[in-house]
Protein backbone atom coordinates (compact mmCIF):
# COMPACT_ATOMS: atom_id res chain seq x y z
CA UNK A 1 0.00 0.00 0.00
CA UNK A 2 2.66 2.46 0.85
CA UNK A 3 4.05 1.52 -2.90
CA UNK A 4 0.94 2.41 -4.24
CA UNK A 5 0.89 5.92 -2.77
CA UNK A 6 4.22 6.96 -3.51
CA UNK A 7 3.30 6.25 -7.22
CA UNK A 8 0.44 8.32 -6.72
CA UNK A 9 2.56 11.21 -5.37
CA UNK A 10 4.49 10.73 -7.78
CA UNK A 11 2.62 11.06 -11.29
CA UNK A 12 0.68 13.74 -9.49
CA UNK A 13 3.96 15.96 -8.73
CA UNK A 14 4.93 15.33 -12.42
CA UNK A 15 0.99 16.42 -13.59
CA UNK A 16 1.49 19.22 -11.15
CA UNK A 17 4.74 20.15 -12.85
CA UNK A 18 3.14 19.79 -16.59
CA UNK A 19 0.52 21.71 -15.39
CA UNK A 20 2.60 24.88 -14.11
CA UNK A 21 4.74 24.35 -17.73
CA UNK A 22 1.83 24.58 -19.45
CA UNK A 23 -0.04 26.76 -17.88
CA UNK A 24 3.19 29.10 -18.32
CA UNK A 25 3.13 28.18 -22.02
CA UNK A 26 -0.28 28.24 -22.97
CA UNK A 27 -1.76 30.18 -20.35
CA UNK A 28 -5.69 28.47 -21.06
CA UNK A 29 -8.04 27.90 -18.13
CA UNK A 30 -9.17 25.01 -19.96
CA UNK A 31 -5.99 22.86 -20.33
CA UNK A 32 -5.58 23.57 -16.14
CA UNK A 33 -8.79 22.32 -15.63
CA UNK A 34 -8.46 19.12 -17.48
CA UNK A 35 -5.18 18.91 -15.69
CA UNK A 36 -7.07 18.85 -12.55
CA UNK A 37 -9.47 16.34 -13.42
CA UNK A 38 -6.86 14.15 -14.49
CA UNK A 39 -5.68 14.52 -10.73
CA UNK A 40 -8.51 13.86 -8.75
CA UNK A 41 -9.15 10.55 -11.27
CA UNK A 42 -5.79 9.61 -10.13
CA UNK A 43 -6.51 9.95 -6.26
CA UNK A 44 -9.50 7.68 -6.78
CA UNK A 45 -8.02 5.16 -8.85
CA UNK A 46 -5.02 5.11 -5.63
CA UNK A 47 -7.99 5.03 -2.75
CA UNK A 48 -9.90 2.46 -4.83
CA UNK A 49 -6.39 0.05 -4.38
CA UNK A 50 -5.60 1.24 -1.44
CA UNK A 51 -9.47 -0.03 -0.31
CA UNK A 52 -8.98 -3.77 -1.90
CA UNK A 53 -5.66 -3.93 0.03
CA UNK A 54 -6.83 -3.79 2.91
CA UNK A 55 -9.62 -5.74 2.29
CA UNK A 56 -7.40 -8.72 1.27
CA UNK A 57 -5.29 -8.38 3.89
CA UNK A 58 -8.72 -8.62 6.56
CA UNK A 59 -10.02 -11.95 4.33
CA UNK A 60 -6.67 -13.45 4.98
CA UNK A 61 -6.65 -13.09 8.43
CA UNK A 62 -9.64 -14.64 8.61
CA UNK A 63 -8.89 -17.28 6.78
CA UNK A 64 -5.80 -18.19 9.13
CA UNK A 65 -7.91 -17.70 12.09
CA UNK A 66 -10.52 -21.02 10.40
CA UNK A 67 -7.45 -22.79 9.94
CA UNK A 68 -5.65 -22.99 13.16
CA UNK A 69 -9.62 -23.35 15.06
CA UNK A 70 -9.55 -27.10 12.97
CA UNK A 71 -8.75 -29.92 15.18
CA UNK A 72 -5.58 -31.40 13.26
CA UNK A 73 -6.55 -35.12 12.14
CA UNK A 74 -6.11 -38.15 14.33
CA UNK A 75 -3.05 -40.28 13.24
CA UNK A 76 -3.19 -44.05 12.50
CA UNK A 77 -1.72 -46.15 15.77
CA UNK A 78 1.80 -47.51 15.26
CA UNK A 79 -0.95 -51.20 13.89
CA UNK A 80 -1.39 -49.62 10.88
CA UNK A 81 1.79 -50.11 9.94
CA UNK A 82 2.40 -53.69 10.98
CA UNK A 83 2.77 -56.11 8.10
CA UNK A 84 -0.82 -57.91 7.72
CA UNK A 85 -3.03 -54.94 9.10
CA UNK A 86 -5.74 -53.73 6.76
CA UNK A 87 -6.67 -50.24 7.55
CA UNK A 88 -10.75 -49.74 6.66
CA UNK A 89 -12.54 -46.53 4.94
CA UNK A 90 -12.80 -44.71 8.01
CA UNK A 91 -8.68 -44.49 8.41
CA UNK A 92 -8.60 -45.12 11.71
CA UNK A 93 -9.63 -48.83 12.49
CA UNK A 94 -7.24 -51.93 11.50
CA UNK A 95 -8.08 -55.27 11.72
CA UNK A 96 -6.00 -58.68 10.92
CA UNK A 97 -7.64 -61.80 10.07
CA UNK A 98 -5.72 -65.26 11.50
CA UNK A 99 -6.40 -68.47 11.81
CA UNK A 100 -5.50 -71.85 11.13
CA UNK A 101 -6.45 -74.72 8.50
CA UNK A 102 -5.67 -78.22 10.76
CA UNK A 103 -6.76 -82.04 10.50
CA UNK A 104 -6.02 -84.24 13.59
CA UNK A 105 -6.16 -87.83 13.86
CA UNK A 106 -5.94 -90.43 17.00
CA UNK A 107 -5.48 -94.11 16.75
CA UNK A 108 -6.40 -95.61 20.54
CA UNK A 109 -4.86 -99.17 21.15
CA UNK A 110 -5.75 -99.29 24.76
CA UNK A 111 -9.07 -97.47 26.38
CA UNK A 112 -11.53 -96.13 23.87
CA UNK A 113 -15.08 -97.25 23.39
CA UNK A 114 -17.83 -95.37 21.86
CA UNK A 115 -18.88 -93.63 24.53
CA UNK A 116 -15.73 -92.19 25.45
CA UNK A 117 -13.42 -91.78 21.64
CA UNK A 118 -12.72 -88.89 21.04
CA UNK A 119 -9.86 -86.66 19.10
CA UNK A 120 -8.76 -85.45 22.55
CA UNK A 121 -7.35 -87.38 25.44
CA UNK A 122 -9.92 -88.98 27.46
CA UNK A 123 -7.98 -90.49 30.21
CA UNK A 124 -10.64 -89.68 33.09
CA UNK A 125 -13.20 -91.29 30.65
CA UNK A 126 -11.69 -94.99 29.95
CA UNK A 127 -13.42 -98.20 30.54
CA UNK A 128 -11.68 -99.79 33.63
CA UNK A 129 -10.10 -102.03 32.80
CA UNK A 130 -12.60 -105.69 33.45
CA UNK A 131 -14.78 -103.79 31.11
CA UNK A 132 -12.66 -105.16 28.67
CA UNK A 133 -13.05 -101.60 26.32
CA UNK A 134 -13.12 -101.94 22.64
CA UNK A 135 -9.67 -101.61 21.62
CA UNK A 136 -7.85 -100.06 17.97
CA UNK A 137 -10.01 -96.74 17.24
CA UNK A 138 -9.49 -94.65 14.58
CA UNK A 139 -10.63 -90.85 14.93
CA UNK A 140 -10.06 -87.77 11.90
CA UNK A 141 -11.65 -84.05 12.18
CA UNK A 142 -10.67 -80.88 10.76
CA UNK A 143 -12.94 -79.23 13.08
CA UNK A 144 -10.32 -78.35 14.87
CA UNK A 145 -9.67 -75.27 12.44
CA UNK A 146 -10.06 -71.81 13.27
CA UNK A 147 -10.48 -68.82 12.00
CA UNK A 148 -10.51 -65.35 13.94
CA UNK A 149 -10.40 -61.19 13.62
CA UNK A 150 -8.10 -58.75 15.89
CA UNK A 151 -9.13 -55.40 15.55
CA UNK A 152 -7.94 -51.75 16.52
CA UNK A 153 -8.79 -47.91 16.77
CA UNK A 154 -7.09 -45.34 18.62
CA UNK A 155 -9.57 -43.54 20.92
CA UNK A 156 -9.10 -40.32 23.11
CA UNK A 157 -8.56 -43.20 26.26
CA UNK A 158 -6.01 -45.09 24.27
CA UNK A 159 -6.44 -47.88 21.78
CA UNK A 160 -9.83 -49.94 21.82
CA UNK A 161 -9.01 -53.52 20.80
CA UNK A 162 -11.41 -56.46 19.97
CA UNK A 163 -10.87 -60.14 19.32
CA UNK A 164 -13.28 -62.49 17.81
CA UNK A 165 -12.40 -66.12 17.40
CA UNK A 166 -14.27 -69.20 16.77
CA UNK A 167 -13.25 -73.07 15.79
CA UNK A 168 -15.49 -75.84 14.44
CA UNK A 169 -15.72 -78.10 17.53
CA UNK A 170 -19.52 -76.65 18.19
CA UNK A 171 -20.99 -78.37 20.76
CA UNK A 172 -19.84 -81.81 20.44
CA UNK A 173 -17.52 -83.06 22.84
CA UNK A 174 -15.73 -85.95 20.27
CA UNK A 175 -15.01 -84.88 16.83
CA UNK A 176 -16.62 -81.70 16.60
CA UNK A 177 -20.21 -81.20 14.65
CA UNK A 178 -18.46 -78.48 12.30
CA UNK A 179 -20.37 -75.48 13.73
CA UNK A 180 -18.79 -72.48 15.13
CA UNK A 181 -18.11 -72.44 18.65
CA UNK A 182 -16.83 -69.37 20.20
CA UNK A 183 -13.46 -69.06 21.50
CA UNK A 184 -12.33 -65.61 22.21
CA UNK A 185 -14.67 -62.48 21.82
CA UNK A 186 -13.85 -59.35 23.96
CA UNK A 187 -13.04 -55.66 23.54
CA UNK A 188 -10.54 -54.15 25.53
CA UNK A 189 -9.66 -50.59 26.44
CA UNK A 190 -6.85 -49.18 28.26
CA UNK A 191 -6.58 -51.33 31.60
CA UNK A 192 -9.92 -52.89 31.42
CA UNK A 193 -11.31 -56.00 28.98
CA UNK A 194 -14.99 -57.42 28.93
CA UNK A 195 -16.18 -60.68 26.74
CA UNK A 196 -14.97 -64.24 26.54
CA UNK A 197 -11.72 -64.61 26.94
CA UNK A 198 -8.74 -67.32 28.87
CA UNK A 199 -9.30 -67.06 32.63
CA UNK A 200 -7.20 -65.90 35.11
CA UNK A 201 -6.87 -68.89 37.15
CA UNK A 202 -5.69 -71.28 34.26
CA UNK A 203 -2.35 -72.16 33.04
CA UNK A 204 -2.07 -71.66 29.95
CA UNK A 205 1.83 -69.47 29.49
CA UNK A 206 3.75 -71.99 31.04
CA UNK A 207 2.51 -75.15 29.51
CA UNK A 208 4.16 -77.73 27.43
CA UNK A 209 3.22 -77.88 23.80
CA UNK A 210 1.28 -81.05 22.25
CA UNK A 211 -0.42 -82.39 19.54
CA UNK A 212 -3.37 -82.60 21.70
CA UNK A 213 -6.15 -80.30 21.21
CA UNK A 214 -6.97 -79.65 24.61
CA UNK A 215 -3.73 -79.73 26.14
CA UNK A 216 -1.41 -82.00 29.13
CA UNK A 217 -2.78 -82.86 32.49
CA UNK A 218 -2.50 -80.85 35.10
CA UNK A 219 -3.67 -77.29 33.17
CA UNK A 220 -6.87 -75.77 31.42
CA UNK A 221 -7.61 -73.51 28.58
CA UNK A 222 -10.61 -72.40 30.59
CA UNK A 223 -12.51 -69.25 28.44
CA UNK A 224 -15.17 -67.41 30.17
CA UNK A 225 -17.43 -64.35 29.91
CA UNK A 226 -15.58 -62.20 32.33
CA UNK A 227 -14.56 -58.22 33.20
CA UNK A 228 -10.95 -58.49 34.24
CA UNK A 229 -8.77 -55.62 34.94
CA UNK A 230 -5.23 -55.51 34.78
CA UNK A 231 -2.57 -53.45 36.22
CA UNK A 232 1.33 -53.31 35.70
CA UNK A 233 3.46 -53.44 38.71
CA UNK A 234 6.80 -52.88 37.50
CA UNK A 235 7.87 -53.91 33.48
CA UNK A 236 8.07 -57.46 34.25
CA UNK A 237 5.26 -57.57 37.20
CA UNK A 238 1.41 -57.08 36.52
CA UNK A 239 -1.55 -58.56 38.55
CA UNK A 240 -5.11 -59.48 36.85
CA UNK A 241 -8.78 -59.37 38.61
CA UNK A 242 -11.73 -60.64 36.67
CA UNK A 243 -14.99 -61.59 37.76
CA UNK A 244 -16.41 -64.44 35.87
CA UNK A 245 -19.71 -65.93 34.55
CA UNK A 246 -20.69 -69.09 34.24
CA UNK A 247 -22.75 -71.72 36.51
CA UNK A 248 -20.32 -73.84 38.30
CA UNK A 249 -22.97 -76.50 39.33
CA UNK A 250 -22.07 -79.71 38.59
CA UNK A 251 -22.74 -82.37 40.87
CA UNK A 252 -22.67 -86.32 40.92
CA UNK A 253 -25.90 -88.14 41.66
CA UNK A 254 -24.69 -91.55 42.62
CA UNK A 255 -25.96 -92.64 45.56
CA UNK A 256 -23.37 -93.41 48.56
CA UNK A 257 -23.26 -94.30 52.20
CA UNK A 258 -24.66 -91.21 53.88
CA UNK A 259 -28.04 -90.48 53.07
CA UNK A 260 -29.45 -90.13 49.69
CA UNK A 261 -27.85 -88.15 46.59
CA UNK A 262 -30.08 -85.52 44.94
CA UNK A 263 -29.68 -83.69 41.48
CA UNK A 264 -31.75 -80.42 42.77
CA UNK A 265 -29.41 -77.56 42.06
CA UNK A 266 -30.08 -73.78 42.48
CA UNK A 267 -27.27 -72.32 40.63
CA UNK A 268 -25.12 -69.71 41.50
CA UNK A 269 -26.38 -66.30 42.57
CA UNK A 270 -22.59 -64.71 42.11
CA UNK A 271 -19.81 -64.64 39.62
CA UNK A 272 -16.31 -66.37 40.29
CA UNK A 273 -13.35 -64.46 41.41
CA UNK A 274 -10.34 -64.87 39.75
CA UNK A 275 -6.88 -63.74 39.98
CA UNK A 276 -3.55 -63.89 38.58
CA UNK A 277 -0.23 -62.21 39.54
CA UNK A 278 2.34 -62.50 36.66
CA UNK A 279 6.57 -61.93 37.32
CA UNK A 280 9.02 -62.03 34.68
CA UNK A 281 12.48 -62.35 34.34
CA UNK A 282 14.55 -59.28 32.78
CA UNK A 283 15.56 -61.16 30.50
CA UNK A 284 12.44 -62.67 29.53
CA UNK A 285 13.79 -66.54 29.89
CA UNK A 286 11.22 -66.94 32.73
CA UNK A 287 8.04 -66.70 33.90
CA UNK A 288 6.48 -67.19 37.14
CA UNK A 289 2.69 -67.13 37.47
CA UNK A 290 0.14 -67.20 40.84
CA UNK A 291 -3.44 -68.36 40.51
CA UNK A 292 -6.65 -68.12 43.06
CA UNK A 293 -10.12 -68.68 42.21
CA UNK A 294 -13.41 -68.06 44.44
CA UNK A 295 -16.98 -69.16 43.66
CA UNK A 296 -20.00 -69.82 45.60
CA UNK A 297 -21.82 -73.70 45.20
CA UNK A 298 -25.10 -73.96 45.74
CA UNK A 299 -28.17 -76.46 45.84
CA UNK A 300 -31.59 -75.73 46.47
CA UNK A 301 -34.66 -78.35 46.30
CA UNK A 302 -38.29 -77.44 47.31
CA UNK A 303 -40.03 -78.98 50.00
CA UNK A 304 -43.30 -79.07 49.49
CA UNK A 305 -43.33 -83.23 50.23
CA UNK A 306 -42.39 -82.26 53.88
CA UNK A 307 -45.32 -79.56 53.76
CA UNK A 308 -43.09 -76.88 54.89
CA UNK A 309 -44.38 -74.89 51.66
CA UNK A 310 -40.50 -73.60 50.85
CA UNK A 311 -37.31 -73.86 49.58
CA UNK A 312 -34.35 -74.70 51.28
CA UNK A 313 -30.81 -73.49 50.20
CA UNK A 314 -27.22 -74.88 50.75
CA UNK A 315 -24.37 -73.45 49.80
CA UNK A 316 -20.71 -73.76 50.47
CA UNK A 317 -17.36 -72.11 49.00
CA UNK A 318 -15.13 -73.23 46.03
CA UNK A 319 -11.86 -72.16 45.92
CA UNK A 320 -8.46 -73.08 44.19
CA UNK A 321 -4.61 -71.86 44.46
CA UNK A 322 -2.16 -72.59 41.70
CA UNK A 323 1.65 -71.90 40.54
CA UNK A 324 2.99 -72.54 37.60
CA UNK A 325 6.32 -71.21 35.75
CA UNK A 326 8.77 -72.06 33.00
CA UNK A 327 12.11 -71.17 32.04
CA UNK A 328 14.46 -71.34 29.11
CA UNK A 329 17.97 -71.96 30.41
CA UNK A 330 19.30 -72.06 26.66
CA UNK A 331 17.46 -70.63 23.29
CA UNK A 332 16.87 -74.39 22.52
CA UNK A 333 15.71 -75.77 26.23
CA UNK A 334 12.98 -74.86 28.29
CA UNK A 335 11.27 -76.44 31.32
CA UNK A 336 7.79 -76.25 32.59
CA UNK A 337 6.25 -76.47 36.35
CA UNK A 338 2.48 -76.54 37.35
CA UNK A 339 0.93 -77.47 40.60
CA UNK A 340 -2.42 -76.60 41.86
CA UNK A 341 -5.22 -77.45 44.69
CA UNK A 342 -8.76 -76.96 44.13
CA UNK A 343 -11.82 -77.66 46.43
CA UNK A 344 -14.95 -77.83 45.02
CA UNK A 345 -14.57 -76.71 41.12
CA UNK A 346 -14.74 -78.66 38.03
CA UNK A 347 -14.91 -76.10 35.64
CA UNK A 348 -11.35 -74.91 35.43
CA UNK A 349 -8.89 -77.76 34.81
CA UNK A 350 -8.77 -80.55 32.26
CA UNK A 351 -9.74 -84.19 33.47
CA UNK A 352 -11.79 -83.11 36.76
CA UNK A 353 -14.37 -84.80 38.79
CA UNK A 354 -17.40 -83.34 39.50
CA UNK A 355 -17.36 -80.37 41.40
CA UNK A 356 -19.61 -81.84 44.74
CA UNK A 357 -21.78 -84.71 45.23
CA UNK A 358 -25.49 -83.09 46.71
CA UNK A 359 -27.34 -85.38 49.53
CA UNK A 360 -30.18 -85.14 51.28
CA UNK A 361 -31.63 -86.51 54.85
CA UNK A 362 -35.07 -85.01 55.24
CA UNK A 363 -34.85 -81.66 55.26
CA UNK A 364 -31.28 -81.34 55.22
CA UNK A 365 -29.45 -80.49 51.91
CA UNK A 366 -26.03 -81.71 52.18
CA UNK A 367 -22.80 -80.38 49.27
CA UNK A 368 -19.59 -82.87 49.69
CA UNK A 369 -17.23 -81.12 47.58
CA UNK A 370 -14.60 -82.56 45.62
CA UNK A 371 -11.04 -82.47 46.66
CA UNK A 372 -7.67 -82.98 44.30
CA UNK A 373 -3.89 -81.47 44.04
CA UNK A 374 -2.80 -81.37 40.13
CA UNK A 375 1.11 -81.48 39.19
CA UNK A 376 2.90 -81.34 35.65
CA UNK A 377 6.29 -81.70 34.42
CA UNK A 378 7.61 -80.88 31.08
CA UNK A 379 10.77 -80.02 28.74
CA UNK A 380 11.13 -79.00 25.48
CA UNK A 381 14.33 -79.21 22.95
CA UNK A 382 14.75 -77.61 19.80
CA UNK A 383 17.10 -80.18 18.14
CA UNK A 384 17.20 -77.56 14.72
CA UNK A 385 15.06 -74.61 13.62
CA UNK A 386 12.96 -77.11 12.39
CA UNK A 387 13.02 -79.87 14.79
CA UNK A 388 11.64 -79.86 18.23
CA UNK A 389 10.39 -81.99 20.96
CA UNK A 390 8.43 -82.32 24.37
CA UNK A 391 8.30 -84.94 27.06
CA UNK A 392 6.05 -83.94 29.81
CA UNK A 393 4.02 -86.33 33.37
CA UNK A 394 0.97 -84.78 34.65
CA UNK A 395 -1.40 -86.05 37.76
CA UNK A 396 -3.97 -85.65 39.13
CA UNK A 397 -4.78 -86.86 42.90
CA UNK A 398 -8.06 -86.72 44.96
CA UNK A 399 -8.64 -86.37 48.61
CA UNK A 400 -9.42 -89.93 49.46
CA UNK A 401 -10.72 -89.67 52.60
CA UNK A 402 -14.15 -86.76 52.09
CA UNK A 403 -17.87 -87.03 51.90
CA UNK A 404 -17.33 -87.08 48.10
CA UNK A 405 -15.14 -89.85 47.73
CA UNK A 406 -17.90 -91.75 50.06
CA UNK A 407 -20.91 -90.36 48.53
CA UNK A 408 -19.46 -90.88 44.56
CA UNK A 409 -17.35 -94.89 44.53
CA UNK A 410 -17.07 -95.01 41.00
CA UNK A 411 -15.73 -91.31 40.25
CA UNK A 412 -11.84 -91.06 39.66
CA UNK A 413 -9.36 -91.04 42.66
CA UNK A 414 -6.11 -90.85 40.84
CA UNK A 415 -5.08 -90.02 37.13
CA UNK A 416 -1.83 -89.39 35.48
CA UNK A 417 -0.55 -88.98 31.36
CA UNK A 418 2.91 -89.52 30.31
CA UNK A 419 2.69 -87.97 26.63
CA UNK A 420 6.18 -87.52 24.02
CA UNK A 421 5.90 -85.70 21.04
CA UNK A 422 7.61 -84.02 18.08
CA UNK A 423 6.71 -81.57 15.44
CA UNK A 424 8.38 -80.74 12.56
CA UNK A 425 8.37 -77.20 10.71
CA UNK A 426 9.37 -78.12 6.74
CA UNK A 427 8.05 -74.37 5.82
CA UNK A 428 7.33 -71.50 7.45
CA UNK A 429 3.86 -71.59 9.38
CA UNK A 430 3.36 -75.82 8.54
CA UNK A 431 3.13 -77.75 11.40
CA UNK A 432 3.56 -81.64 11.09
CA UNK A 433 2.77 -83.27 14.86
CA UNK A 434 2.97 -87.04 16.31
CA UNK A 435 2.42 -88.00 19.94
CA UNK A 436 2.35 -90.71 22.06
CA UNK A 437 0.31 -90.58 25.24
CA UNK A 438 0.20 -92.80 27.94
CA UNK A 439 -2.52 -92.48 30.70
CA UNK A 440 -4.17 -94.63 33.88
CA UNK A 441 -7.38 -93.55 35.97
CA UNK A 442 -8.39 -94.79 39.15
CA UNK A 443 -11.47 -95.11 41.06
CA UNK A 444 -12.56 -94.25 44.63
CA UNK A 445 -13.64 -97.41 45.13
CA UNK A 446 -11.84 -100.48 45.47
CA UNK A 447 -11.60 -103.72 43.30
CA UNK A 448 -13.28 -107.15 43.64
CA UNK A 449 -12.62 -110.36 41.50
CA UNK A 450 -14.96 -108.95 39.10
CA UNK A 451 -14.63 -105.27 38.93
CA UNK A 452 -11.12 -103.52 38.79
CA UNK A 453 -10.91 -99.79 39.67
CA UNK A 454 -8.32 -99.20 37.32
CA UNK A 455 -8.47 -98.36 33.18
CA UNK A 456 -5.34 -97.92 30.98
CA UNK A 457 -5.13 -95.49 28.39
CA UNK A 458 -2.69 -95.55 24.99
CA UNK A 459 -2.73 -93.34 22.07
CA UNK A 460 -1.16 -92.18 19.20
CA UNK A 461 -2.02 -88.67 17.57
CA UNK A 462 -1.24 -87.17 14.22
CA UNK A 463 -1.51 -83.53 13.37
CA UNK A 464 -0.70 -81.38 9.96
CA UNK A 465 -1.41 -77.66 10.71
CA UNK A 466 -1.34 -74.57 8.77
CA UNK A 467 -1.23 -71.33 10.10
CA UNK A 468 -1.92 -68.14 8.63
Not at 17 to 39: E, F, N, P, R
Not at 59 to 80: G, N, R, Y
Not at 144 to 168: H, N, W
Not at 242 to 271: F, W
Request: without cysteine; glycine residues 10%; hydrophobic residues 35%.
Amino acid sequence: MIKVKTLALSVSAALAWGAIGSAQAATTTQQVADLKAQVSELQQMVQSLSSQQQQQAVQLQQQAEIAAAKPAPVAPTASSTKPGWITLADGQTQLKVYGSVRADSTYDTKGGNSDTTSITNNTNKVPLNSAHGTRNNLNVTAATSRLGVDVVRPTQYGDLTGKLEADFMGSSSTNGDGSFRVRHAYLSLGKWLVGQTTSPFVNVDTMPETVDYNGAMGGGTKRNVQVRYTQPITANQKVLVALEGGDADKLSTTSGTIGAATASSGGNRLPALTARYDIATADKKGLLQVHGMLHENRISAATATDNTGTNIDKTKLGWGVGVGGKYSFTPNDTVFANYYHVKGDNRYMFFQNDAYVASRVGTDLHIGESEFDSGLLGYSHKWSPKFRSTVAAGAIWYKNDSTFAKLAPTQNKNLYNIIVNSFYTPVKDVDLGVEYTYGQRETFASSTATTDNKGDYSRVGLMARYNF
